[in-house]
């Protein structure tokens, strides 16, 4: 396969500007810019495929530029439904600085931010140098603006089209940057920069995007969606991430494995015969987790968070270093206790709704205390159950666990 021919493999064209970009995709050389707005301080999921692209691509010969919209973030990217609240200047830096960091941390790439060249453009040279070039009816036909007429759109919000624009030029004019790269729903902004340096400049530059990653449903991995998976360990943890990944839905698993990863045809050509022979096995979703982790943090917090997980798929909490007990049960219900009898314990805490149920539910085995199954109504949680003298690690059923934190 070509370098472009893989890219289509793997999922990862959308739409590009002109039928010659797929030869110069191949023979390498460009100089290429994707960009995001620093709305947080740490990228998530939805990201990463956008940044593992530009990862491909250098290492097919071109050259790539991170910008983090220090300006553009002041603004806001009209979305689909209403208007982005404003971040205020101070928490725009601090996110900037927070990207920065993670992008050169991760990959090693040079970072711009769009900040520096903007803010000393006054509103007279703006309507000069860059709104001349845009005609009304050409923006308001962009998909995004066209969806938020009927609701109303601001100025601000229509102008941001123009600003992403306005980066793309200045890219090229000062780093010779000819092809911008971002997700599908960037089109409009981009296709606005490649028409701005061709009336500017009368050169020809390039788009290319990306389909977004979805789940099953269409969802995005986003922070606007509510299920933001971050790149920072810190706010999702490498368990919390392999948590996610091992469970994916069976029928997205393959593509993930394309796009959001390095291996190769063969090697996921094999992984997907075996995962339709033996799903039960969940290769693939193994596989995903596997190849993301040790990308992101590092094979020692993949090592980490699949020790953690086979403790708690086999019941053997104790297993599990009492260092990293906070971050198994990050996302679990947390409660206090003081020494109570177990079925005080279980109605506290909310795991049974009564006396009757939680006797029901110690005696038929459905309870373990710190992996051990529990069935004498009469036990004491006290002092002696702790882990690290603090924890007690509670499990009803199957899955569900609970953690309680011990009050002096």
């Known amino acids: 396969m070509t370098f472009f021919e893989e890219l289509k493999w ?56 991170i910008l983090v919209g220090g300006a553009t973030g002041l603004i806001g990217d009209p979305r689909p439904t209403a208007e982005r609240e404003m ?13 920065k960091k993670q992008i050169q941390s991760i990959f ?22 860059y709104g001349k070039y845009f005609n009304v009816n050409y923006m308001i036909n962009k998909d995004i603006i066209k969806r938020r007429l009927d609701s109303g759109i601001t100025y601000t919000e229509f102008s941001y089209m123009i600003m992403q624009a306005l980066d793309f030029e ?27 340096i061709r009336k500017k400049h009368g050169d ?20 606007s969606e509510g299920n933001a998976l971050w790149l920072d360990k810190n706010k999702t943890s490498s368990y ?13 698993v393959i593509s993930y494995l394309k796009a959001l990863t390095f291996l190769t045809k063969e090697e996921i050509d094999n992984i997907e015969k075996e995962h339709l022979l033996h799903p039960e096995n969940r290769i693939a979703h193994k596989a995903l987790a596997q190849s993301i982790i040790e990308f992101l943090h590092g094979k020692e917090e993949y090592e980490k968070a699949l020790a953690i997980s086979n403790a708690l798929f086999s019941g053997n909490i104790k297993d599990i270093p009492v260092t990293e007990l906070e971050v198994a049960f990050k996302d679990v219900d947390h409660f206090s206790f003081q020494d109570s009898s177990l079925v005080d314990f279980l109605v506290n805490a909310n795991i049974c709704s009564s006396k ?23 036990c004491v949680i006290d002092k002696n159950w702790l882990l690290n003298d603090k924890y007690v690690v509670i499990r009803r059923g199957k899955k569900k666990y609970y953690l309680g934190i011990y009050e002096n």
């Open 10 to 65: 793997r999922g990862l064209v959308k739409d590009i500007t002109s039928p010659e970009l797929e030869e110069k995709l191949n023979k390498g050389g460009l100089t290429f810019y994707w960009g995001t707005d620093p709305t947080a301080d740490s990228m998530h999921l939805g990201h990463f495929s956008s940044l593992l692209m530009a990862k491909r691509l250098e290492k097919a010969g071109h050259h790539p530029i």
């Open 87 to 99: 971040i205020s200047k101070d928490a725009v830096l601090k996110n900037f600085e927070g990207i």
């Open 108 to 129: 090693g790439y040079e970072v711009v931010n769009n900040y520096d060249w903007s803010k000393d453009i006054n509103f007279i040279d703006f309507l000069r140098d």
């Open 170 to 196: 200045y890219l090229y004019r000062t780093k010779q940057c000819l092809m911008q790269v971002a997700g599908q729903d960037q089109w409009g902004n981009i296709t606005a920069g490649v028409e701005l």
């Open 204 to 223: 020809l530059a390039y788009a290319f995007t990306m389909p977004l990653i979805t789940d099953k449903e269409g969802k995005k991995f986003g922070k």
């Open 240 to 252: 919390a991430l392999y948590q996610f990944l091992v469970n994916v839905d069976d029928e997205m």
């Open 356 to 378: 009757r149920e939680a006797r029901e539910f110690i005696t038929s085995g459905t309870i373990s205390i710190n992996g051990e199954k529990c069935v004498d109504v009469e």
